[in-house]
C-alpha cells in the first residue's frame, strides 16, 4: 500500500519521452512521499519496470546502471508506505497478467485481504506484501477474462470490486497507445497537452509540460491517448471532468496552489484523519493494528499504559489519556520521553509503553521506548513514517495514514495522532471486552463524520484569518482549557510559539485562579477553548466561569465553542464555532482553528511557516 505520488504519462510521436516525462513529475511529486520510486515503460518488448526503495534519486542510480529504453507510454510512483514496508519489493510499479501490465497506486484498498484470498485460490502468485500488487493482479484477470483485452473495462470492472481510498494506473502491453487511471478519495488530475497527454496525482506532476488541466470527479475513470482523453464512471457510462487552466507556478503546485506547505497540511487534515480510520475494521468487523508482535493475552493484563512522547505528539498523547482511560478503565501516565529515562519509572511487564512520534526517528522518544522495553515493557508505537526506527523496534504499530509531513510544525500528522490513538483505546476496550461492539461501532461512525467536520471548520475560518492579521503586534497570548481541552490549549500555544516568534502559554483553565490569572491585564488576548454543553454540563459552566473571571480583569476573550452555544456569546470579544461533536472527539475539531490562527498571524508578520527558526522537522539527538 502506499500514498504517494504517481505521475502517468503518454506522449505522442512529436512530444516528450515517456521515461524523461514520468522523472520529471517524480521529482516534482517527491515531497508526497519518498521511501520508493519506480517507473514502468511499454517498449518493443513489452513492460519494462525498474524500482528502488529511498529517495528518488536511488531509482535514477539504478537508470544509470540499467537504462530504459525510448518508450512514449510511462507511468511512475514515488511512495510514502502505508502497510508493507518500504523496500524494493514493496515498490510500485507492481506487475501482473504475466508481466504485461504495470499498476501503480495512492491509497488503501480495505478488501484487499479477502481479493487475495480469492485470487490465490485461482493461482495467482504474489510477491510484494501491498494491496496495489492485488488490485494489479485483479485488474490482469479481468483483462484476460470478462473485459476482452479492454484495458479502460477491466479497469472499470476492478473498480466495482475494490473498497477503500484510491488512485490507480495501468498500462497493459497490448494497448501501447493508452494509459488508465481511476480515483476514489484520492486525487487525479490529467493533463491536456500538444499530440501527448499526462496524468498526475497533482498538477505538479505535469506543469513542466502543459497548463490545461482536467480535474476528475469522485470515482471516475479517464483513458488517455496521445490526443484523446475520455472520462466515464466505474460502470461505464460517459462521465465529464472539470477542465481549468493551471496559473500557479510549480512551487506553488507542489502547495496545491497554497502559500506554504504548512497551509496545505492544515487543509490535508480532512483526508489525514479519513485515511488513519480506514482500512482498520476486519472482514469481523473488529479493529484491528498494522503490526502486531505482542500476544493479546499480553494486552488484555497490561495494568498500565505509559505514552511517551514530544512536543505536539505529546499533546496527541493528552488527548489519548482522556480517551483510553474512559474506554478502557486503564490508568493513562503521559510522560515527555526526555524526561522518563532519567527518573526511575515503575515499568514493567504489565505495562504497555505507546510510543507516538511522527518521524518514528525522535531521538528523546527512541531511548525512552528502548529503555521501557529493557525494563521488560512492550511497547506500541503510533508513527506516520513506515520503516523509521520506533515502529521497527516496536512490538506492536499503529500508523498514521497523514502522508508526508513537510512543514516542521505539525498539524496534520497531530490530527492523524488523536485518530490514531482514538483507535487503540477503542481495540484495546475491545480486547479486554471494556466496550460492546454497538458501543464501537457507534464511537466509529462518529469518528467518520469528523472529516466533513474538519472541512466545514476550514471553510469557515476567514473569520479566524482576519483576527490573526490584526494581532500581528501581540507580545503574548495564552489558550485555557479543560478536560481534552486542555492539551488543546497547549497546542495552540505551542503553535503560535515556534511559528510567530510569539510568547503564548496553555493553561488547565481551573489552574488559573492558583497564579496565572495574575497575568491578566487590559487587553490580554486570551484563547478559551469551550466544551459542549451538551456533555459533562458542569464542565461547561465551570469554563464559562472562568471566562468570566479573566474578562473581569480585562483580558479580550477569544472562544472556541460549540454550534448553538449561545451562552458564550455574552462574554466573548470574539466566538468561533465548530460542529458537534461527542467531547472525547471535540480536539480534531477545537485544534483547527487554533492552527490556522497561528499560521495566518506568523505569515502576517512576514515569517516562513514551513521553517521556523531554530527548529528541525526530526529531532534526531537527545
Ligand atoms: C511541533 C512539533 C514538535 C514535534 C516533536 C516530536 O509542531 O512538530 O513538537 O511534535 O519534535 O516529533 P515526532 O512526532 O516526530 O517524534
Known sequence: MGRGGSAGTLAGPEGHGALDVVLEGLRRLEYRGYDSAGVAVITGNGI???KKS????????????????????????TRWATHGGPTDRNAHPHLADGGKLAVIHNGIIENFAELKRTLSAQGVEFVSETDTEVAAALIGELFRGEAGGDLTRAMQLACQRLEGAFTLLAIHRDQPDTVVAARRNSPLVVGLGDGENFLGSDVSGFIDFTRRAVELGQDQIVTITPDSFEVTDFNGKPAQGREFQVDW??????????????EKEINDQPEAVAQTLLGRAGLDGKLQLDELRIDPSQLKAVDKIIVLACGTSAYAGQVAKYAIEHWCRIPVEVELSHEFRYRDPIVNANTLVVAISQS??????????????????KVLAICNTNGSTIPREADAVLYTHAGPEIAVASTKAFLAQITAAYLLGLYLGQLRGNLFTGQIRDILADLAKVPAKIQTVLDDSDQVKKLARTMADTRSVLFLGRHVGFPVAMEGA????ELAYI??????????KHGPIALIEEGQPVFVIVPSPRGRNSLHAKVVSNIQEIRARGAKTIVIAEEGDTAVQAYAEHVFYIPETPTLLAPLLATVPLQVFACELATAKGYDVDQPRNLAKSVTVE
Open 48 to 50: 519494462e519496470s525498474r
Open 54 to 77: 529511498g529517495k528518488l534519486t536511488n531509482l535514477l542510480d539504478e537508470l544509470q546502471a540499467n537504462p530504459l529504453p525510448e518508450s512514449l507510454t510511462g507511468i511512475g510512483h
Open 249 to 262: 507556478d510549480a512551487a506553488a503546485a507542489e502547495k496545491g496552489g497554497f502559500a506554504s506547505f504548512m
Open 360 to 377: 518514528g526517528e525522535t531521538m528523546d522518544t527512541l531511548m525512552a521506548a528502548r529503555y521501557a522495553q529493557e525494563q521488560g515493557a
Open 494 to 497: 505551542l503553535k503560535l510559539k
Open 503 to 512: 510568547h503564548a502559554e496553555g493553561f488547565a483553565a481551573g489552574e488559573l
